[in-house]
């Protein structure tokens, strides 16, 4: 397993398949809980159309892939894989109580956990127990079937696509495992 897993960083917009940089948990922590997208995080919370909403994020949020490095974004170009997934999970009635119960789960424990930019929604980074990339989808079929049936939400099945990009918005309170902050 590794240690400290790596994954490709991206510029916006969405567009641009080609990774800018290879990041660590705690280099995208550092970026959620600067300002760097605090301006963009506010202005699509204040729209109200949903058309609107998808356009403004995939132009005005830079982006990772957590499950691994590519030589661009998409499943045919992985160099490697990081052996983390990212859940996410849109349109909740209670975001403060499902992170809360997150960060206290007996099976995963959580590397990086943060509200979406929408901020009704939530990204749970974990580490799964794979090294190469042939079983993510059972892997993510697994998780959806323990999410569901643990805390009663299923994450966006679009996660199951090893390149699925996540976008970083501004959250001065994500959670990050503290090992990931120490050298």
């Not at 959580?110 to 929604?121: I, V, Y």
């Not at 501004?170 to 990931?180: G, S």
């Amino acid at each position: 397993m590794i240690s400290n897993p790596t994954f490709s960083f991206f510029r916006r917009p969405i567009q641009n398949l080609n990774p800018a940089a290879e990041w660590t948990i705690a280099q995208t922590w550092q970026y959620i809980t600067s300002t760097d997208a605090a301006q963009a995080t506010r202005r699509l919370r204040e729209l109200s159309d949903k058309n609107q909403r998808r356009a403004f994020k995939s132009t005005q949020f830079d982006y990772v892939t957590f499950s691994g490095t590519f030589r661009k974004r998409g499943k045919n170009h992985l160099i490697k894989y990081s052996g983390l997934i990212c859940l996410d999970f849109d349109h909740l009635t209670d975001v403060e109580d499902l992170f809360k119960r997150l960060l206290q789960d007996e099976y995963f424990d959580t590397l990086l956990l943060f509200r979406s930019p929408s901020g009704n929604g939530l990204k749970w980074i974990i580490r799964i127990n794979i090294q190469d990339s042939s079983q993510h989808e059972e892997i993510f079929e697994s998780l959806a079937f323990y999410c569901q049936q643990t805390y009663g939400i299923s994450p966006d099945e679009h996660c199951k696509d090893i390149g699925r990009a996540c976008f970083l918005p501004y959250d001065p309170d994500a959670y990050i495992d503290p090992n990931l902050l120490t050298p």
